[in-house]
Structure formats: structure tokens, C-alpha cells
């Protein structure tokens, strides 16, 4: 694959992740991209910088014949045998992109409920899926790897990314890259970078120092390159320090292209170009170039390149970077066309098991869940559970092919509209419950008459309240409360029957004013394709509860760095988040918390949260023990205490160095075990982890490590220390 540094893996799991498929871009796919920019007329090589979305609906657009509706197009050179790239969106399957297609996909969970699996082969697995799919449907390159920290849980985007932390960030992403990959297509990493925030997306100026920028949101990039080496870094909307991330020469040249030393191409995000100069600072391909001012890469740079001995340079330059992806992964001799066969019951295997892994039990009083066969009467409310599981929007929506079981459109005008519709996967939980509780009789209310369903709780053995939060591309969200008056059809339901469980699909954190009137709370997020069947497959304990909390609960938005997202009480609504007026400014300050995300603020402020990081619970018990640390090797043993099988994640972090406190994950492996069973874990530390960037690179101070093992990022045994030496490198 491309080239990229070695990696500090967490685990050996992890270390067979990072295995390359293919020949290097410093052998054959380098070489032979370099031979074919020789043989490039002057017209030829500006074919391949640029792009366009392939969709009818945008005025002007003409769609070639070989395109496939789709996020992207970009022409091939079919005299020295250069195909095409036909680009689908994106992490969590084939973009439904309205049905134009005619055809369907399989969705997997949310970004976020795969990352709450702790597992990289789940999103090896899905990675493969999804891209075995866009295989069959003739796509080439897939737009998948998100990989932004959740810096702020309100980002309407929360969904589709991993999580707070940079190693369970990159780690996992490159696993799904990796996955992606290995069908012969090309995927993207995304978005690069610091892309906090929806409001104004398309030109607020995120302010952060370097060092808090390279040990967090940066190193997560970083990590997901080095093991997932995807053939294109898709470059960011957001203004990073006063410079558009497309037009970046610190990002793209500096930290991407000479630092981490890699060598695949740069495409920016659709209208995301501000000009020509973004080439010059390490931009190879404009995408869905409709959307932007002007075509900035392609005859305009045509003609800088005759004039400029510089450009002309760095033209070929650009060309290499997107042969030596296409070489690499074997779009040439593996070409992708429509029409290929689906296998859509294994397909809907893999987003079943990613599902189940992922529902996070927050709550269970007195072992109310599982389910008990005895329960006679269960009423199910809210949620649309009689129709299906709710789909986070925009860009990344997937449906079958079908289409959704529920549309309910948000209002929005303009071709882009249908990317906004609040939409439910045919999968419902309701019909899963009856199927698992066949003797009982199992009753619905949809929740919009209070009193109804307060009613119907007050008959039942057991009451399950599924309770939604939509989310979207393009959109922030004001708070994390759950809309609609939910929290106080909770509220009452539970007032009524003491035995209520609640099922949230939610696509960020949510607060829970109900929570200590509640009997048990699933986190099931955005579940998919088979998400109904996965929840009740939990609820009724054919599934033992395994996911983990990717990122932190607030108790309240007064534990967040910024009271409000930047932008969100001044400026309307804007899917695109254009600039009102061509002279509207807006910045974010990430310094605030600098590269202390999510968890680290909490242990540096010292609030306590709803949830913390890396919580869940299981319907059986695990004790870890034993945690060693040997310079950048650490060992622990984990045993089920309980009475049946089940799979916990072992934790280890960094709490202090030299005596002052300093939290951070530096290694974490999923782990399965019988009734009883113990395991040692071993993990390898990534020395980033341990280190501050400094101008000289990475710095790690010679003294005495603490770390310690936890079933969270909050309840963490007593330290352990270990002595490290002096170190200074660069990447």
C-alpha cells in the first residue's frame, strides 16, 4: 500500500491489521505512476485533478455516459489504460444518494456505535462489506474513514465518526480503511483537519496551537495512515489558523506530505476549493468541482503549469500521487463495473454482529435485563419502533433497496433536501420483540398522547421506551436533551411501572433527568440495516451486552469546553455552511481544552460526567489484575467473575508523568471469555502517547510513568510506574 511510518499498535490484533496488501509506492506503484506522467500530453494531465459529483439534479451538470450516480467523477485517460474514479460515499455503506441509483446497500451502525465495539476487527469486517458493495455497484474509490475527534458531542456529525480518543480513533478507522482496501478500490481518510463543528463549516477558523493539534486530532490521522494506508486523504471545509484546510501548505505539505512521509493524493471535500493556489499547497484533486467558484484545476492550472517551471512540477506531481494510488490498489487491473453480485444476507450478518457488539448497556437495577420469559404483558412506546430504527442524514445515508420504511422530511429546500430527511432503516424492534417473546403479549403505543401511554405502562409487566435523537450532516445540535418532550414521556412512564427500560437511538451523548426512575438504559445509537433485531437480541439476553463508551456523556453542557457551538445562536441554518455575507467571520478556539478531548478535560477540570469513557456494563461480572509495565510493554489479566460468557474491553491508561497528573488511553484490547476464564492481555504503548510535541518533535521526558487498568476512563485501579528514558524523534 502507501508509504507511511510504523506504527505503535495497541495490540496484536491490531498488528495484523496493519499488515500492507499490496507493493509499496516507493516499488511498483510508484514507478509506474512516475513512467505514465512521462507519457502525459499537457492536456492529459490535468484529466485526473479534478472531478465532478455525477448527479442530474445540479444545474449545468452533464453526466458521462461511464459515471455511476454518485458522490464523484473523475475521468480516466483511456489511451495509457488510466481508468476512471467513480466515488461513492461513504463509512456506514453505499450512499442511498435518493434512490437515483434504483438499488439499495446495506447499512451498517453508525460510526459510533461501531467504535463502541472496541473492536477492530468489526470494522475491519464492515469495512469489507461496504466496500465489497461499492465494488459491485461499479464504484472504485469509496469516501469512508471519518476520523474527527468528537471535540464537541453537539457536532451533527458525532454520529458518523469514532470517537474522543486519537489511538481508539486511528486504530479503528484504519482497521476500516484496511477492510475497505482490500477489494481493490481506493479509500479516503477524512476529514482533514479539525473539522470540529457543522455551524459554518464551510468557513469557520478553528485556532489551536500545534503541539495540542499534533497529540490529538492529528495523531488519530496519523495512526489511521499508518495502518490503514489509504490511497487518499480527503482535506477538510473548516479554516484551520487562518488557512482552508484544502489550501493548507502546513497541513497538506508540512505535516501530511513531508512529515508523515506519505505519498497518496489529497482530494478535497466537495466546494471546499477557495483557488488554484490550494495545488501549490499540497491539493492534488478537486472534487465535485460544480460547487465550487470555478474549476480551479484544470485548464487554469494547465496553463500556469506552461509558464511555470514550478507548477509544472508540481502538476506532475500531483498525477504521480493519484496513478500511484490507483497502481496500489489495482483499480487497473481490477476494474470495478456495475452489476456485480450482492450477497445481501451475509452483508446484513456483518452490520447485525457490528450492532449487537455495539449497544452499550448504561443501567441495569437488580438484574432487570434480560428479559424474563415470565413477563407477560410488555408494552413497547415511542421511538417509531412498529416501523423501524432511526438513520443519521446527510451524506452518509444508506438504504436498502426498498428505500425507508419512514420519511419525515426536515423542510429544507434545494437539490440537497432529500440529504436531510429524518429516515428509519426497516428493521423494527417491535416486531423483533414479538419474535423473541412469543407467549407474551406485547402491546404499542407511539408515545404522542402522554397520558395513553402512561396508561398502558401502568397494565404492563415490563414497559420498553424507545426514545430518539436525530442527527445530520450539516446541522449542530442546540443542546443534549431529547427532543419532542421524550424526557418527560420518560419520565412519566416510569412514574408508572418502576420496571421501565429505555432503548435510546441517539447519534451523540444525551443527558437523562429520568435516569434514577429507570430500571435499565440501552445505548443502541443508529443500529442500521439490522438494528431492531440486534436491540431485542440484547434486550432478551440472546446477546450479552458488550459495547463500551466511546466517547464521555456530559451530565451537562456546563462541563463542555465552549458553553455553545461557535456560531450556532447567530447564524441560520445552512446545510452547505456557506458564509452568510462574503465578509462573515467565525473561529473557534480549541485551545481551550487543547489536546485534552473529551475524557482528558474531564480528568483536568475534574468534573464528574453522566457516562464516562469506555463505560459499559455486561449481564456478567470481570475483574482485571496484575497490571505490569515494562518500558513501552504493559500486561494485565482479565477474568469473568459472573456466571455466563460475555466480553469486556481492558483499558489501560497513563495517569500521571513525574508526578504530575496527566490522563491519556495508551492501550486497550476487546476480550472474550467463558464463565469463569481468565486471559493475560498484553499491550504495546504507542511512546506518542507518553510524549509532548515540541518544535524539535516528539519529547519524552525521562522519569517515572504512572499508568492504570480500568473498566473506564473514571474508575481506574491504583497506578503502577515505570521509568522511561530521555527521548527526542521526529516522525
Request: hydrophobic content about 45%; glycine content about 10%.
Amino acid at each position: 500500500m502507501l508509504k507511511s511510518r510504523k506504527t505503535f499498535p495497541c495490540s496484536a490484533a491490531v498488528i495484523a491489521l496493519a499488515m500492507p496488501h499490496v507493493a509499496t509506492a516507493d516499488t511498483a506503484p510508484g514507478a509506474r505512476a512516475a513512467a505514465t506522467v512521462q507519457q502525459m500530453t499537457a492536456d492529459e494531465k490535468v484529466v485526473l485533478t479534478h472531478g465532478i459529483m455525477p448527479l442530474p439534479f445540479i444545474p449545468g451538470t452533464v453526466v458521462p455516459a461511464e459515471a455511476v450516480p454518485g458522490a464523484g467523477y473523475v475521468a480516466g485517460v483511456a489511451r495509457l489504460g488510466v481508468p476512471a474514479l467513480r466515488e461513492t460515499d461513504a463509512s456506514l455503506g453505499v450512499a442511498w444518494v435518493g434512490g437515483l441509483r434504483h438499488d439499495g446497500a446495506t447499512a451498517m451502525p453508525s460510526g459510533i456505535a461501531q467504535a463502541a465495539t472496541w473492536n477492530p476487527e468489526v470494522l475491519r469486517r464492515g469495512g469489507a462489506m461496504i466496500g465489497g458493495e461499492a465494488r459491485a455497484k461499479g464504484f472504485n474509490v469509496l469516501l469512508a474513514g471519518g476520523a474527527n475527534l468528537t471535540r464537541d458531542p453537539r457536532n451533527g456529525r458525532t454520529f458518523e465518526y469514532l470517537s474522543e480518543d486519537p489511538l481508539l480513533t486511528g486504530t479503528l478507522v484504519g482497521a476500516a480503511i484496511n477492510g475497505v482496501q482490500s477489494n481493490h478500490i481506493i479509500s479516503t481518510i477524512k476529514h482533514f483537519a479539525l473539522n470540529g463543528q457543522e455551524t459554518g463549516r464551510k468557513f469557520v477558523d478553528i485556532r489551536i496551537g500545534e503541539a495540542a493539534a499534533r497529540e490529538s486530532d492529528l495523531l488519530a490521522f496519523e495512526i489511521g495512515i499508518e495502518i490503514g494506508h489509504p490511497g487518499s486523504v480527503m482535506c477538510a471545509y473548516n479554516v484551520v489558523n487562518g488557512q482552508h484546510a484544502c489550501d493548507s501548505d502546513w497541513l497538506l505539505n508540512t505535516v501530511l506530505k513531508k512529515d508523515w512521509r506519505w505519498d497518496g493524493f489529497v482530494m478535497s471535500d466537495w466546494g471546499a476549493v477557495p483557488g488554484m493556489a490550494a495545488a501549490l499547497h499540497g491539493l492534488d484533486q478537486q472534487s465535485g468541482e460544480q460547487l465550487d467558484p470555478a474549476v480551479f484545476l484544470g485548464k487554469t492550472l494547465e496553463a500556469a503549469a506552461t509558464g511555470d517551471k514550478a507548477v509544472a512540477r508540481r502538476l506532475d506531481d500531483m498525477d504521480t500521487r493519484v496513478l500511484t494510488a490507483i497502481y496500489a490498489s489495482g483499480l487497473d487491473k481490477y476494474p470495478a463495473n456495475p452489476g456485480g453480485a450482492i450477497d445481501f444476507k451475509a452483508d446484513g450478518d456483518v452490520a447485525f454482529d457490528a450492532a449487537k457488539q455495539g449497544i452499550v448497556l448504561l443501567k441495569n437495577d437488580a438484574g432487570v435485563l434480560p428479559l424474563a420469559a415470565s413477563a407477560k404483558r410488555i408494552v413497547v412506546i415511542g421511538g417509531f419502533a412498529s416501523v423501524g430504527v432511526m438513520s443519521g442524514a446527510g451524506s452518509s445515508q444508506v438504504q436498502g433497496d426498498r428505500g425507508p420504511a419512514l420519511t419525515i422530511p426536515a423542510g429544507e429546500d434545494g437539490p440537497f433536501a432529500a440529504l436531510t430527511a429524518r429516515s428509519y432503516h426497516r428493521s423494527s424492534p417491535l416486531k423483533a420483540i414479538r419474535a423473541l417473546a412469543p407467549a407474551a403479549t406485547v402491546t404499542y403505543r407511539d408515545g404522542y398522547e402522554l397520558s395513553d401511554a402512561v396508561a398502558q405502562a401502568r397494565k404492563a409487566d415490563v414497559v420498553i421506551v424507545f426514545a430518539t435523537k436525530w442527527a445530520t450532516e450539516g446541522l449542530d445540535q442546540a443542546d443534549l436533551a431529547l427532543p419532542e418532550g421524550q424526557d418527560a414521556l420518560i419520565a412519566a412512564v416510569a412514574a408508572a411501572n418502576p420496571h421501565t427500560v429505555v432503548v435510546l437511538e441517539t447519534g451523540n451523548p444525551v443527558t437523562m433527568p429520568w435516569l434514577d426512575k429507570t430500571a435499565a438504559v440501552l445505548e443502541a445509537w443508529y443500529p442500521g440495516a439490522r438494528g431492531g433485531e440486534a436491540i431485542a437480541s440484547v434486550l432478551f439476553g440472546q446477546t450479552n451486552p458488550s459495547g463500551h463508551l466511546p466517547v464521555t456523556f456530559p451530565a451537562g453542557t456546563d462541563q463542555l469546553p465552549r458553553h455553545d457551538i461557535d456560531g450556532y445562536a447567530t447564524l441560520e441554518p445552512n446545510f452547505a455552511g456557506d458564509p452568510p455575507t462574503p465578509d462573515a467571520r467565525l473561529s473557534a478556539n480549541y485551545d481551550i481544552e487543547g489536546s485534552d478531548v473529551g475524557y482528558r478535560w474531564f480528568a483536568r477540570t475534574g468534573a464528574k460526567p453522566l457516562f464516562p469513557f469506555g463505560y459499559g456494563l455486561s449481564y456478567t461480572t470481570f475483574a482485571s489484575s496484575g497490571l505490569t509495565v515494562d518500558g513501552l510493554h504493559a500486561s494485565l489479566t482479565v477474568t469473568n467473575t459472573g456466571a455466563r460468557a460475555g466480553a469486556t474491553v481492558a483499558q489501560v491508561y497513563l495517569v500521571s508523568r513525574n508526578g504530575a497528573a496527566k490522563q491519556r488511553l495508551v492501550g486497550f484490547q476487546r476480550v472474550d471469555l467463558a464463565a469463569g476464564e481468565s486471559r493475560k492481555v498484553s499491550l504495546t504503548i504507542d511512546p506518542r502517547l507518553l510524549a509532548d510535541w515540541t518544535a524539535k518533535g516528539w519529547h519524552l521526558n525521562a522519569g517515572r510513568y504512572g499508568f492504570a487498568m480500568g473498566d473506564d476512563a473514571a474508575h481506574l485501579s491504583a497506578p503502577v510506574t515505570a521509568t522511561e528514558p530521555a527521548r527526542t524523534w521526529r516522525d
